[in-house]
């Protein structure tokens, strides 16, 4: 018996590599819907992080007037603000940003034009209610 054997070029196949950090920072270009993922899981660890934080400061506000007068002096630090305000932004982005991802998990707006769209717009909408309240916060009206 005599046995063919294939010697026709075969396809190159296609080599997946991972890719760090840096290449992801500087030469890959992220989609917008990528940011938002990224900066959903980033605001969430951001909220998980800072929750025992968040709840000591709202205990010992509640505990007596003289605790709330002193958690309000030390909010008044331009350093905290900043530390408020990136809670803030944390909280609205990962509100919104969830919004969309239950979105989507209802197949709503899953087209590509769709998805980039609602990518831009939950970044637009968080980051001015983020100015909004960070003016309130900063007193600017």
Not at 7 to 15: F, G
Not at 31 to 57: D, N, Q, T
Not at 108 to 136: F, M, N, P, R, Y
């Amino acid at each position: 018996m005599s046995e063919t054997v294939d010697t026709s070029p075969k396809p190159a196949r296609r080599e997946f590599k991972n890719i760090g950090y840096g290449q992801i920072l500087t030469s890959y270009k992220l989609p917008w819907s990528g940011k938002v993922s990224i900066l959903h899981r980033v605001s969430g660890a951001l909220l998980f992080l800072s929750l025992p934080f968040i709840l000591y400061l709202f205990d010992k506000s509640l505990t007596s007037e003289l605790s709330f007068i002193t958690f309000s002096e030390v909010a008044g630090n331009p350093l905290i603000k900043l530390f408020l305000l990136a809670l803030i932004w944390a909280f609205l982005h990962h509100f919104c940003a969830g919004i969309r991802f239950l979105m989507l998990d209802l197949h709503k707006g899953i087209e590509k034009t769709q998805i980039q769209k609602t990518a831009v717009t939950v970044l637009v909408v968080s980051l001015s209610l983020t100015a909004v309240l960070g003016a309130k916060l900063f007193n600017l009206f």
